[in-house]
Structure formats: structure tokens, C-alpha cells
T-cell receptor, first 111, second 111 residues
Framework: NAGVTQTPKFQVLKTGQSMTLQCAQDMNHNSMYWYRQDPGMGLRLIYY???????DKGEVPNGYNVSRLNKREFSLRLESAAPSQTSVYFCASKVTNQPQHFGDGTRLSIL | GQQLNQSPQSMFIQEGEDVSMNCTSS?????WLWYKQDPGEGPVLLIALYKAGELTSNGRLTAQFGITRKDSFLNISASIPSDVGIYFC???????????FGTGTRLKVLA
């Protein structure tokens, strides 16, 4: 069972470069989420998608865009990367009335 | 953004000891979740709580949903080396899709 799959696992970017982080789930979940995790900060919600075709901003959406491509896939895009976006990014998915399941994360460094 | 107060921030304990940690919030939640995160991996769900006063166990782990719905507790009995990791609480308000995460308790077990 793959669960939630994130690609890539690691990435280094230069300031100003763009990049798309990919997330796919094979559990037929309706809702999908993107979080960032910084030391001492826990997980902060960037964007979420309650269902296919809808997306909403979370706590820290600035500098990011998302696309819910279909029920399985939810991508996160950095149009112009900044050093402050260096973080570990987690994707999660869930079905109504059930807890979230997380991927293993993408470790992103921006120089 | 809103985050839960989770304590302690870190713990060093001897193998075989019991562990207690808690989360408190200024907001009422209808769901409390406890996750564990190992290095280089995503959070993995340990216990989910859906009702005030609920006490739920998962092996050596026991979690409780506080009566006020503003707090939750996690206990680990007879700790073992593989309990090492970061433990996160998360709360969810009914009718929303946004989970609020605690800042984590980093547990280290000394053999």
C-alpha cells in the first residue's frame, strides 16, 4: 500500500527559481493538505483541498499556489523561491470523519 | 497562526519509565489526535479521540480527551528505545477541515 506519496524527497533551489512539489494518494480520500514543518513550530497549514475542484488557504499561503489536479493528486508550487521557504513540506489526505494520513515529506533548501 | 501549547518540549527518560505529555488550547476541539514522527519520516497516527472524557489505549499508549475539550493527554508506559521520536497533538473543530498542531514533544529514551 503506497498511501501518500510525495516527490521529490529532497530538493535544493536557488532564490528565484520555481518548483512544483507533487503529492498523490491512492486511498480514495476526498481531502488533501499541504503543511510546512520548521524547527520548534510544529506543522503549519499552507493550503488544503476539501474535495476535488476546491482549494482554500491555510495559515501560511503567501508565496505558494496549489492545484487539485484530480482526486488523487494535489500539487504545491513555489513560483519564485525565497530562503524563508526552506522547510520540510508534508502532504496529507483524509476521508470524512477519519484522521489524516501523511506522506514522508519533501526536504527543500533554498540558497 | 494558532497553535496548541504542548508540554514538555523535550524529555530524557530511562528505558522502562512511564512518560506523560499534554496539549492545551484556548479553543474547544471536537477531535484530538496524537501522532509520532520518526526522523526523516512523516507523522504517523497513534490515537484518535472523538468525545470529551474519552480514554483510549493503543498498546502501551493511552490518551485522554479532556472534559473541557480544551486539552488532551498522552501517556506511554514502560518506555522502550523505539519510543524515541517527536510526538505531536492535533485538534480539529467540528465543521472545519483545518487541524491545529502542537509544537511537539521530543522524547529520548536512555537504555
Amino acid at each position: 500500500n503506497a498511501g501518500v506519496t510525495q516527490t521529490p524527497k529532497f530538493q535544493v533551489l536557488k532564490t528565484g527559481q520555481s518548483m512544483t512539489l507533487q503529492c498523490a494518494q491512492d486511498m480514495n480520500h476526498n481531502s488533501m493538505y499541504w503543511y510546512r514543518q520548521d524547527p520548534g513550530m510544529g506543522l503549519r497549514l499552507i493550503y488544503y483541498s476539501a474535495s476535488e475542484g476546491t482549494t482554500d488557504k491555510g495559515e501560511v499561503p503567501n508565496g505558494y499556489n496549489v492545484s487539485r489536479l484530480n482526486k488523487r493528486e494535489f500539487s504545491l508550487r513555489l513560483e519564485s523561491a525565497a530562503p524563508s521557504q526552506t522547510s520540510v513540506y508534508f502532504c496529507a489526505s483524509k476521508v470524512t470523519n477519519q484522521p489524516q494520513h501523511f506522506g514522508d515529506g519533501t526536504r527543500l533548501s533554498i540558497l | 497562526g494558532q497553535q496548541l501549547n504542548q508540554s514538555p518540549q523535550s524529555m530524557f527518560i530511562q528505558e522502562g519509565e512511564d512518560v506523560s505529555m499534554n496539549c492545551t488550547s484556548s479553543s474547544i476541539f471536537n477531535t484530538w489526535l496524537w501522532y509520532k514522527q520518526d526522523p526523516g519520516e512523516g507523522p504517523v497516527l497513534l490515537i484518535a479521540l472523538y468525545k470529551a472524557g474519552e480514554l483510549t489505549s493503543n498498546g502501551r499508549l493511552t490518551a485522554q480527551f479532556g472534559i473541557t475539550r480544551k486539552d488532551s493527554f498522552l501517556n506511554i508506559s514502560a518506555s522502550i528505545p523505539s519510543d524515541v521520536g517527536i510526538y505531536f497533538c492535533a485538534g480539529l473543530t467540528s465543521g472545519t477541515y483545518k487541524y491545529i498542531f502542537g509544537t511537539g514533544t521530543r522524547l529520548k529514551v536512555l537504555a
